[in-house]
C-alpha cells in the first residue's frame, strides 16, 4: 500500500463502501441511514477519481465524481426535508413508524 | 518511508476511523460529527490523487453544506436528552456477517487483480481543464444538473412548509 498504486485507494473506498452498507443495513433512524448512503457516495467518488487520475489522465473521471456530488446535496437537501416532514406526523424518524402513505 | 507516504497514511487513517465511528457509534450526534472527519480525510485523498477542485468542491457541498444540514436534522428532530434511540440492534450480528465477506471479497478481488502500471504521475492544475469540458462535452448533463438542483429546491420547500388546513 503506498499512494502511487492503484489498489491503495481502492481499497479505502471498498472499506468506505462497507461501513455504509452497515450503516443502512443496522440503523433504524432515517438520519442515520442518510449517512450512510452518503459515505457509500462518497466511496463510488473515491473510485472515479483514483481510476480517472491512474488510467487516462484526463478529467472525465472527475466530472463524474462532480455530477454525483451534486446529486448527494440534492438528496440530502430533499431527504432531510422528508425526514423533518415525517417527525412532524410520527413525532418520531425511526423508518418502521412510518409504513403508512396517507394519514 | 518519505513524507508523503506518511500522511497518505495519516488521512486514509482518518478517513476510516471516522467511518468506523459513523457506522458503530450508539450516539447518533456523535455519527454526525464523525463525518466531519470522513469528508475532510476523502478530500485530503481527491489531493493525493491529482484532483484539487474534487478536493475544493468536497470541502464547499459536503463538510459546508451536507453536514451542516445533517447537523440540523439532527438537533431538529432528535430529543437531545435520550441518546439511546438509534441502532436497537435489528441485525447487527447478520449485518456485520455480510459486510465482512463482502469487505473480505473485495479486498482479496483487489490485491490480486494485476493493475496496470500508468506512466509517471503528473500533477498540474485541473481547474481549466473541467471547466472546458463541462461546457463542451458535458454540457447536457451540467444543463440537466441545474434543473435538477432547482426541482429538489422546490421539492424541499414544499416538503417542510407548514400546511394550512381549512
Known sequence: MSPNELSSYLIIGAILFCLG???????????????????????ANINYVAFSHFSSGNADGQIYAIFVIMLAAAEAAVGLAIVLAI????????VEAAETLKE | MSVSTAVFYLIALITVISAGMVAF????????????????????????????FVAAVQVLIYVGGILVLILFAVMLTHRIT?????????????????????????????????????????????????????????LLPFELASLVLLAAMIGAVVLSRKEIKE
Not at chain 1, 87 to 94: A, G, N, P, S
Not at chain 2, 33 to 51: E, N, P, Q, R
Open chain 1, 21 to 43: 452498507l452497515f450503516t443502512v443495513l443496522t440503523r433504524r433512524n432515517a438520519i442515520s441511514v442518510l449517512m450512510g448512503v452518503e459515505l457509500i457516495l462518497n466511496s
Open chain 1, 87 to 94: 417527525f412532524q406526523l410520527f413525532h418520531t424518524i425511526d
Open chain 2, 25 to 52: 457509534s450508539r450516539n447518533i450526534i456523535y455519527s454526525a460529527f464523525s463525518l466531519l472527519g470522513t469528508f475532510m480525510g476523502v478530500a485530503g485523498i481527491y489531493v493525493f490523487l491529482g484532483a484539487d
Open chain 2, 82 to 138: 435520550d441518546v439511546e434511540v438509534t441502532n436497537r440492534a435489528a441485525g447487527r450480528i447478520p449485518a456485520l456477517i455480510i459486510v465482512g465477506v463482502l469487505v473480505y471479497l473485495l479486498i482479496e478481488t483487489l490485491r490480486v487483480t494485476p493493475w496496470v502500471k500508468t506512466k509517471e504521475l503528473v500533477y498540474a492544475a485541473t481547474t481549466a481543464n473541467i471547466g472546458d469540458l463541462f461546457l463542451y462535452s458535458y
